[in-house]
């Protein structure tokens, strides 16, 4: 278990733009899949952008061609740049990242605490 730490959320105006980082304070494997995902209350939680072990990107259809995801690989930092932004990107957003025992990924995953992304309009 990796503690997982996210940083620049806030407030943003629609049509502006955010950058999120997920700072990791214990080793973490960079050939494992990292992620980033968000939640509504009252809604169930949606991945937003992915990195596959290969190092593939994957978005989910609301954000595709607004938000890039990616990776310090030096460093182990993960970020997620917002652009555009409209309301309905308001949310808590999380960072994940799988988990590694011996150099193996394991499809068992560690989690920020999230933070706070609200737009206004």
């Known amino acids: 278990q990796v503690p997982l730490v996210e940083s620049g959320g806030g407030s943003a105006q629609a049509g502006g733009s955010l950058k999120l980082s997920c700072a990791a304070s214990?080793?973490?494997?960079?050939?494992?899949?990292r992620g980033w995902y968000r939640q509504v209350s009252g809604k169930e939680r949606e991945m937003v952008a992915l990195?596959?072990?290969?190092?593939?990107?994957t978005y989910a259809e609301s954000v595709k061609g607004r938000f890039t995801i990616s990776q310090d690989k030096a460093e182990g930092t993960l970020y997620l740049e917002m652009t555009r932004l409209n309301i309905e990107d308001t949310a808590v957003y999380y960072c994940?990242?799988?988990?590694?025992?011996?150099?193996?990924?394991?499809?068992?995953?560690?989690w920020g605490q999230g933070t706070q992304v609200t737009v206004s309009s």
């Open positions: 214990g080793p973490v494997s960079s050939r494992c899949r």
């Open positions: 990195l596959s072990r290969d190092g593939f990107t």
């Open positions: 994940a990242v799988e988990s590694a025992v011996v150099g193996f990924c394991t499809d068992s995953w560690d």
